[in-house]
């Protein structure tokens, strides 16, 4: 009996352990940066080594900020809501977590 007892604690917490590593979610649907699609995007994308003008179309589930910098730093350039097009200065765009 004491080893089914501690073969299911051990299961309990490997499933919690794993439960807590899985990242933030990423936003569904498809960022398009002149016609390059990205599904379900996360995080800081890089769409440039340098600053250019660049056609975005957020059909993801979240909102989008365009910066200068190519680390999702620097100036912002645009923020685009979901369904939102245009074409704006970047060199990297963020996708912003879940509220």
């Known amino acids: 009996m004491t080893k ?45 080594d340098a600053p250019d003008f660049l056609e975005i179309t957020n059909q993801t589930t979240r909102t989008v900020v365009a910066h200068l910098g190519s680390d999702c730093t620097g100036a912002v350039t645009a923020v685009l809501a979901p369904g939102a097009t245009g074409v704006f200065w970047a060199a990297s765009i963020s996708v912003e977590d879940a509220v």
């Open 4 to 48: 089914r007892v501690m073969t299911l604690l051990g299961a309990v917490a490997c499933a919690f352990l794993l439960s807590a590593a899985v990242p933030a979610a990423s936003a569904e649907g498809f960022l398009i940066v002149d016609r390059d699609v990205h599904a379900n995007p996360s995080g800081c994308l890089l769409v440039g």
